[in-house]
Every structure is written in C-alpha cells, then in structure tokens.
C-alpha cells in the first residue's frame, strides 16, 4: 500500500498516552507509510488537528467535538499523588472524604471532570500537571490525576494511592471529521484490533482473480439398445391359458 498523502501519517498523543503497541502494529501493516508521533500537551491537541498538523490525536474526554470524531477507548483508574510520608499513603486506597480537609492542586490542564472540585482549593493554579507534581513534593499539597500520568511524574520522593470514589479520565481517539481518510481507517481499525482482513478494516489489495472457465460439457452418449434375446425355439405358453388334455381316442 502506497502513501497517499505523501507525508505519511501523523499521530499526535498527550502526555501519559503510550502508543507504542499501536504503531509496531501500523509498522507491520502498512510498511511503507511513515507513522510520525507528536507528543503535545493535553491543551494543544485539538489545536493540532483542527489545524490539519496531525492526522489523528489520542486525547483525553471530554473534549470539544466541534468539527471532530472520537472513539473511547479505555478508563483511567484517578489517583492521589502526595509525599511518601503523608498521612494518605497508609491505607491502600482512599476516598474523597479522605481528603477533604487537603489542599488539592487544580492545574489548568487538568482533564477530569469535578462536580464539585475536590478538598480544599489550593493556594494557586499550576498551568500544567508537571508543575503541580513539583508543588506537591514541596509539600504545599496533593493532586489527583489519572494513573498513567502519576506514573510519568514518578518521584522517588512521591507516592500515589488509587481514589474510589473520583471521576475517571478516558482516553479517546480523535480525528477531523472532514478528514477521515482511508489512512484514519486504517488507524481506526488497527487500535480497535481488527486484524488485516477485516470486512470493516481496509485489507491488503488482493491480485485480481482469474475469471474461473467453465467445464467444457461431454457430449451426452446415447445408450444403445439392449440387443434382443434369442428365441429357444419352443413357445412359451400364453398366460392366462389352460394346457390342453391327451386328446380322447
């Protein structure tokens, strides 16, 4: 399969996002498209795709779907990221009560959804998640965010603790809607798991089959007749009739 926009494909992907398993994937079935990936902040990835510099984003919902296609594909267990000696990283896990009275950090490229916000608000907005791991191991504060994120911000002097109760992130596939190439279908089917042949997915282009010829028809053979039987010279008797008797002298 040949590319066909000329600058093969590119995937932008926010921070805590792996797309490695997708793109060894892509690697294997469409050899000879270039797969480039784009790791942007949560902020700009829709940016990027409104602006045609990416064919495709793994982001975060919500998002604002104006001129855009998304597929969910997969929920984020939130955590609390704190200090390894805080008082929260006793039990296994917590609850939001737990943390009612902490002051939690809300950055402003947080993703998940608070209705209402969490503890007690803190004494600023950090602009990013990085910045807000950076508050919390000065211990001014505790941050809630999806686990993969927590595990990109690892600290040897932090810990995290999964929170019950807490709203989810989920991570989607996104794409322009006016844009939905075969390339973004091909995409589509690939983190789906659809495998090559997939009647949904676009497969390898199959040579042209041979128009199968039809069998040449033997001619019918007629059956000669049966040859007659010959006769054994003595008549048989007519059904139905009586022999005759000796004649009376």
Do not use: C
Not at 92 to 117: C, K, S
Not at 157 to 182: F, G, I, K, M, N
């Amino acid at each position: 399969m040949t590319d066909e926009t000329g600058s093969g494909f590119r995937l932008a992907y926010v921070p805590g996002v792996t797309p490695a398993k997708w793109a060894g994937v892509w690697a294997e079935r469409l050899p000879d498209v270039p797969l480039t990936l784009l790791t942007v902040p949560n902020l700009e990835a829709l940016g990027l795709l409104r602006e045609g510099d990416a064919d495709a984003a793994f982001v975060r919902l919500p998002i604002d779907r104006e001129g855009l296609s998304a597929i969910p594909l997969y929920v984020e267990t939130t955590v609390v990221v704190a200090p390894k000696d805080h008082a929260v990283t006793a039990a296994d896990e917590v609850t939001l009560a737990d943390l009612a009275d902490e002051e939690i950090f809300h950055p402003l490229d947080d993703t998940i959804e608070w209705t209402p916000l969490p503890g007690q608000p803190a004494f600023t907005r950090p602009a990013t998640t990085a910045d807000a791991i950076e508050l919390v191991a000065s211990g001014a504060g505790l941050l809630l965010v999806p686990q993969s994120l927590a595990r990109l911000h690892h600290r040897k002097d932090l810990t995290y603790r999964p929170v019950t109760d807490a709203p989810q992130s989920q991570v989607a596939l996104a794409w322009p809607t006016d844009a939905t190439t075969d390339l973004v279908e091909d995409f589509i089917g690939i983190v789906r798991g659809r495998t090559a042949n997939s009647s949904r997915g676009r497969a390898p282009a199959s040579p042209p089959q041979k128009q199968a010829q039809k069998p040449t028809q033997k001619p019918t053979q007629r059956q000669s007749p049966k040859p007659a039987q010959k006769s054994s010279g003595r008549r048989a008797a007519p059904t139905g009739r009586k022999k005759k008797g000796p004649r009376p002298r």
